[in-house]
């Protein structure tokens, strides 16, 4: 009971923080999260907190607190050990009460921040080490999903955009062997994974880069194979060092988890100790152990004929813009898509969404055993404890809201110094521009970003 | 409002109920309690703070930490101090060698302070008493406004005087880079940290060293 109500406490604040960024006051957004800090930092919503403080304060310039916010969510992630007595907790109630350790796509997606606050502040070591970090957590990932992933349709388990950002902190600081290695698992991860099932193609910008690298660091036979493979004919007169800008824009939301239930038939006689629930509906089909006492003829559970599960389930906040391009000194650079975040978050969701029936619904005939033998023994006692279950049945909405739905990159060649450009994002026959600077130093390359908040979609 | 009086009713009259029955308690209640109680207190921990000798290796998270500087840098002086470098400078000098010790690159995947290391390497080396170290760039600057300042303010006795730096015969560089191996709860980092001690005036290497230290770190 205690879990839940501090749990609502947090759902109402996020609710204040995401009617803030409506509106585009990140300042309010951000004032909100500053309010019990240490109430924040405490709980079980630990890492949340770090990421949506560190995103606001990137979007808010502050960027020195920004990576130190995310620095303390990689530590966190990275110490973080299985709580026995949270996830005991949560076999008798829901996934709310565990410690949230992220989904796969946000544990990458935070360190995009740190390099953005590591390159704008100019130090390039913490980026390059944040580069090499995330390329620590894609093998992570990649290990995790061992021997799902060459089925048809395979599930998210790597990313390209990931290892394009590695290659462009690579390229800025001219080592340009391991940025050729982290675009050729970018080029390959884009033409597979991210044009099959998540309908993004391969930046323009990116076909570009990794040719140039590819001839320069005297790959033929690799050059030719991209040749071929994308229908272009590398200019070999382009030069060896490429744009020194790198603008990124984050626009619109990320998707939000909302709860959806389910209705189940429990059919016995599925062997001792087993039982089948079933709907109909979209014809799932579940067999779970509740153990041999439960299935005897006369048992308290084959009473139960219907239970009703919670999953968690994205909604689509979206983008009011559709798409975009930068304006410097006259000349125009479109803004080329690399990261659907939606469609990654629901790919993941989907990819483990029979895993989330299992999970639930061995919980929920935990629940339901445990019930109806008391039901049998008191009734008075029983019924508290359906209500008591009633109560704690919660799917586990909890995601970093602040994200965005989107993720858009432009690279172009500037003079040093500092930089006028605007940003004009196109909406449905509308327009906005965002005037921006860029610093732009002598040597190395220089990162920038800037988001757009408006959701596309109306709000849930 | 009714209904949620009927709901509060249900609920303490049914643990009213099954605090009553001691087979129910046993059976249902006790292990949903112990669950619910190891829960909380694993929630309520208080902090303890102990003071340990900070010669103590210590190691919580498995990240680098002071004890590894300490570690590289008294490894580095081993190998270094007696070797012909040193030796044959003092012959054809005849005085100890000024070092400077220089940037240490972090190639690893770990937020690393180098400030760190270059103390312990400037501390070690100065104990050794084989040769003298002199203040790294940083330092340098805030000195020599310092030595301004005295232009100024300081009576004439006591100010310091300027083209009187002493300057290094040597400067130490160092790269550290690590690999990480890891499957599941489990992880081996292998750190290495290549130095080069190199002579100012003409480029020359004149010593090269490898400090290395590997860690398994098991959730």
Redesign the interface.
Known sequence: MF?LASCSQIALKQGEINASLYQGDVQKAYDVLNQDIDRWKKNRNALLYYWNKGTMAWMLGKHQESSELF?TSD?FL??M???Y??V??SL?TNDK?RQYRGEDHERLLFQYYQILNFMQLGNQ??A??QA??L??EL??LD?RYKGEKDEPGARYHEDAFAYLLIGLVYESANELDNAYIAYKNAYRIYSNLYSSSLGTDMPEQFKQDIMRLAYHLGHPDDLERYEKELGLVYDKTTPRIGGNTVFFWNNGLSPVKEEISLDFTIIRGQGAGWVLFTNNQFGFSFPVFIGEDHTQDGSAFSNIEFVRATFPKYFTRGAFFSHGELLVNGQTYPMELAEDVSQIAHKELDDRFLKEIGKTLARLALKKA?EY??RK??P??????G??NMITEQADTRSWESMPHQISYSRLNLPSGKQSMVLRAYGPAVSHDQPLQVYVPNEGMSFAGFHTLQPGNPLP | MTKKIY?KT??????W??SR?T??MK??VLP?LL??G??A??SCSQRQVTRINPDEQTDL?G?WNDSDDKIVAEDMIDQSIDKNWRTEFEAIKGRKPVVIVGRI???????IDPIAIVKQIEGAYINTGKVRVVATADERKEIRDEREDQQIFANEESRKKWGKEKGADFMLMGVMSSK?D???KEKIVAYQIDFELIDIETNEKVWMGQSKIKKQIK?
């Open positions: 879990a620095m530590y990275e110490d050990y299985r709580n007595a949270n005991a907790a008798f009460v070591e913490y390059l080490v090499r970090r390329q620590l093998q992570r290990d445990s033998q008391l023994e008191n008075e006692a029983g019924a508290a404890l209500l008591i | 709901t249900v609920l303490w009259n049914g643990i109920q099954m029955n087979t129910t059976k249902h949903i669950f619910l190891v829960f207190i694993s998270s990240r690159k972090n190639s690893t995947s770990e937020f990480t890891q499957y599941g959730n």
